[in-house]
């Protein structure tokens, strides 16, 4: 299994452009989280998804973040426009049962980290 | 959900074991408590969970207070590749919304290991 695949590994753009980060989960995961990391705030969740649909997106900081999954095998967070404080380390993790249950594990990404000049 | 409190950091020496304490003194009765370690340049990967009575796997085990208000994540044997972040999470039974609970990462425990 290859495992929750995210791409790009790096990526580095100028305030105000349009950045877009993607998410592979594992076949078969029904789950899907978009996590963001900084050194002042953690692991923050951004969304969840369940069978593609958005569950909660109260931790999208503001407009700007939208994130798509239009079909089991793919996701998509989307920054428009970019700020130097959206620069931070971000997450996609699967999970194989509904939600984040309780003997559920997250499997997590290697994270695609974005730096906003 | 219920909170938990680790220290920020630690240090073992190599092929040591390593106890790593966390407390969650609010713990309810229901929270599986979940742990989970991030390696550098990596996402968290799960380690073990466990509700009550201690759990051994592979990776580590997990012994849990009586009281349920600590535990601690053991390393039998600390390796350089145990270097990471770890951390401490609890997990409430799904009782709405298919189960679903937010859930924060809060900053976890650095282990460095000495070779």
């Known amino acids: 299994d290859a495992g929750v695949i995210q791409s790009p590994r790096h990526e580095v753009t100028e305030m105000g452009q349009e950045v877009t980060l993607r998410c592979k989960p594992i076949?078969?995961?029904?789950?899907l989280f978009w996590y963001r990391q900084t050194m002042m705030r953690g692991l923050e969740l951004l969304i969840y998804?369940?069978?593609?649909?958005?569950?909660?997106d109260s931790g999208m900081p503001e407009d700007r973040f939208s994130a798509k999954m239009p079909n089991a095998s793919f996701s998509t967070l989307k920054i428009q426009p970019s700020e130097p404080r959206d620069s931070a380390v971000y997450f996609c993790?699967?999970?194989?049962?509904?939600?984040?249950?309780?003997?559920?594990?997250?499997?997590f990404g290697n994270g695609t980290r974005l730096t906003v000049t | 959900d219920a909170k938990t409190t680790q220290p920020n950091s630690m240090e073992s020496n190599e092929e040591e074991p390593v106890h790593l304490p966390c407390n969650h003194s609010?713990?309810?009765?229901?929270?599986?408590i979940h742990w989970y370690r991030q390696l550098p340049s990596q996402g968290p990967e799960y380690v073990i969970h466990?509700?009550?009575s201690n759990v051994n796997n592979r990776m580590a085990s997990l012994a849990i207070a009586e009281d349920r208000k600590s535990s601690t994540l053991i390393l039998h044997r600390a390796t350089l590749r145990d270097a990471a972040v770890y951390y401490c999470i609890l997990r409430d039974l799904p009782v709405n919304s298919g189960g679903y609970q937010k859930v924060t990462f809060g900053i976890g425990t650095k282990l460095q290991v000495i070779p």
């Open positions: 998804f369940n069978n593609n649909v958005p569950i909660d």
């Open positions: 609010t713990i309810s009765g229901t929270d599986y």
């Open positions: 466990g509700l009550t």
């Open positions: 076949s078969g995961h029904n789950s």
């Open positions: 993790a699967s999970s194989p049962k509904r939600g984040w249950s309780y003997n559920s594990p997250l499997h």
